[in-house]
């Protein structure tokens, strides 16, 4: 009887609105837009959404745990050793530690899932290849050295606290090999299969995932930190944040996730409602693809850059959720530059247009997410941008859709948003200053190479900061290229993102860290 109405509850619960059944005790449902989600294989998935999804779900050699998310812990390795030169890590694996299969973690799965994600080279893959591993040599760098040891090896010059880093982000998830290539096809690794499934130890598996409408997370009763509490976690699909609130009020959602700064305003105070405010690590920017001979003057960048009302957005329709940054590393972390120097002025890009000889009635077209506060955004550059002569045409679609188009190139100008893949300013510099292939078929997916924008001087700093040691000199020379990008560059960079998340009142113990792959259901409850 028990197992029949656990599967009535979540087949209520999983339905198109507006069927909606009350929350179980042991369920948490999440109204939230999940359309970014391209694919929720870790050596693909690159969004914000698939990211916490991946998170909850995988392990990583070593990770940041939702009891302190300043402090690398072991994940599936209980200890590591690293070499005189700092080239060589080995990991000793956590013992009697299982797949949500029931097999066993062993050494081979580790070196099988690293290398995995260097021959997908999918977009995160790069997030690994940096330490110097291809498809060909990755088996050489990652290897089995113990029945329950693995030897990593890097080709750089590179902190290990900087390797650690690399090796707790999402690319570096652990799958189970068995599972995956039981379901492998023509080749792809399990690709395909892991798009929509999940093979890994973490606190949930991967239940059930429908493309624009539910996600449903299982709790891993034998997590080797222990059981979550909420027996599952289910996404739902809730595009317009109105519908979200009303979801939360009625009790048919534990967390609205979208919500926008008048709607927290609104429920603040509210009986059996709280709000969290979680600051995010996330820039959020507008940038111009280089492929567009009309959009290459460093002048025209400029006065871009005077064409964005940022103190009216932040005052207004982005109050709470958004605050001015225009670096591309985010405050409140080592390294950040806070300066913000620009603001509107658009006499001073008329001025700087006249310079560039863009003549009035330019037309660029900006791919925008068709969601809050994507489209307010938009809408906001679209009435400043006119004021300069320079005529905005918006092109809607989803966030798969933008972000899919946005990595092929096929852009003219995006609006989007950036996280860091692991919490070293690096992340953000090899994604803002660096690009030294800008051939279409180049292995990078940064935001210089998708905006087609080559720069050899400022990539050869970004490697010198990468290899610097001393921590003082590091955060100097990341702060340098910070101004430097921030004076002259395709990419305007105009916000950092703050979260509001609205909840229910019992429920306890959400954590909600500075990225996607900080975000944390295990030890939730609802009392």
Request: glycine share 6%.
């Amino acid at each position: 009887m028990r197992s029949l109405t656990s599967a009535f509850l979540a087949a209520a619960l999983l339905a198109p609105l507006p069927a909606v059944a009350a929350t179980p005790a042991d369920a948490l449902v999440v109204a939230k837009n999940i359309d970014d989600i391209v694919s929720l294989d870790p050596a693909q998935a690159y969004e914000f959404t698939s990211g916490e999804i991946v998170t909850n779900t995988y392990d990583r050699l070593v990770q940041y745990e939702a009891e302190d998310m300043q402090k690398l812990v072991g994940g599936l390795a209980e200890s590591w050793a690293v070499s005189d030169d700092g080239k060589t890590l080995t990991f000793r694996l956590r013992p009697g530690v299982t797949f949500q299969s029931g097999n066993p973690v062993r050494p081979e799965d580790v070196v099988f899932s690293l290398a995995r994600t260097v021959r997908l080279n999918k977009a995160p893959a790069f997030v690994l290849t940096q330490l110097g591993w291809t498809a060909d040599n990755v088996e050489q760098m990652v290897r089995k050295t113990g029945q329950a040891e693995v030897t990593v090896t890097t080709s750089g010059d590179f902190a290990p606290s900087f390797v650690l880093n690399v090796l707790a982000s999402r690319p570096a998830s652990i799958v189970d090999e068995k599972t995956v290539m039981e379901h492998a096809r023509d080749g792809d690794l399990g690709n395909a299969w892991l798009g929509q499934n999940s093979a890994g130890t973490g606190p949930f598996s991967l239940r059930a995932y429908k493309p624009n409408e539910s996600i449903a997370l299982r709790a891993n009763p034998s997590y080797f930190r222990g059981a979550p509490a909420m027996k599952s976690v289910i996404y739902r699909h809730v595009a317009e944040p109105a519908t979200q609130r009303l979801l939360l009020e009625a009790g048919d959602a534990d967390l609205a996730r979208d919500l926008t700064p008048d709607q927290v305003a609104a429920l603040e105070g509210k009986d059996g409602i709280a709000i969290g405010t979680y600051p995010q690590a996330a820039v959020h920017f507008f940038a111009l693809n280089q492929k567009v001979e009309a959009l290459r003057s460093p002048k025209l960048w400029e006065a871009m850059r005077y064409l964005v009302d940022y103190d009216g957005m932040t005052k207004s329709f982005l109050r709470g959720q958004m605050k001015v940054h225009q670096a591309f590393w985010p405050e409140g972390f080592p390294g950040a530059l806070n300066d913000t120097p620009f603001k509107l002025d658009v006499d001073k890009a008329k001025a700087l247009l006249a310079e560039a000889g863009v003549k009035e009635g330019l037309t660029i077209k900006m791919d925008v997410i068709s969601s809050p506060p994507f489209t307010e955004i938009a809408q906001s550059l679209q009435s400043t941008f006119a004021q300069a002569g320079i005529r905005l045409e918006l092109v809607p679609g989803t966030g798969s859709q933008v972000i899919t188009k946005y990595r092929a190139r096929n852009h003219e100008a995006v609006l989007l948003y950036w996280g860091p893949d692991f919490m070293d300013p690096h992340s953000n510099a090899g994604a803002f200053a660096y690009n030294v292939d800008n051939s279409d078929g180049s292995p990078q997916s940064t935001a210089t190479w998708r905006n087609s924008w080559l720069v050899p001087e400022l990539s050869a700093e970004t490697e010198a900061a990468l290899k610097e040691r001393d921590a003082a000199k590091r955060d100097a020379m990341y702060i340098d290229l910070q101004r430097k990008v921030q004076a002259s560059s395709p990419i305007v960079i105009m916000f950092q993102a703050v979260s509001q998340v609205a909840m229910a009142k019992p429920v306890q113990g959400y954590v909600n860290g500075a990225t996607s792959d900080q975000i944390y259901y295990r030890l939730v409850t609802k009392n």
